[in-house]
C-alpha cells in the first residue's frame, strides 16, 4: 500500500489550494511497462499471451501458451518473471 501512494504521488502534479492534478492513472503506466516485457516473452518463446501481472520489485510476470512440437503434443503454459519496461 506504501508503495502505491508513493508511485500515485510521483504521477501528480501539485496545484494550488491542496488540488492534485493527475498526469495519467497509475494502473495505464503499470501495465504500459508490463506491456513491452510481455511482447519480448511473446517473441522469445513464439507462444500466446495468458497473462501479466506487475509485481513488486520492477518485474512482471508473464504468462505464455507455447504451442506443442507436433500434431499431437499438448501447448504447455510457461510463466517467466521479467524485468518491466
Keep these: 500500500m506504501l508503495a502505491t501512494l508513493f ?3 510521483v504521477a501528480a502534479t501539485a496545484m494550488p489550494a491542496g488540488q492534485v492534478e493527475l498526469k495519467r492513472p497509475l494502473m495505464q503506466m ?21 497473462s501479466v501481472s506487475p509485481g513488486p520489485d520492477g518485474t512482471c510476470s508473464v504468462t505464455v501458451l507455447i504451442p506443442g512440437n507436433g ?3 499438448r501447448p504447455r503454459r510457461e510463466t517467466r518473471t521479467v524485468p518491466a519496461g
Design 7 to 9: 508511485l500515485s504521488a
Design 71 to 73: 500434431s499431437d503434443d
Design 30 to 50: 503499470v501495465q504500459l511497462d508490463c506491456g513491452g516485457a510481455a511482447q519480448r516473452v511473446v517473441a522469445e518463446t513464439g507462444g500466446t499471451l495468458l
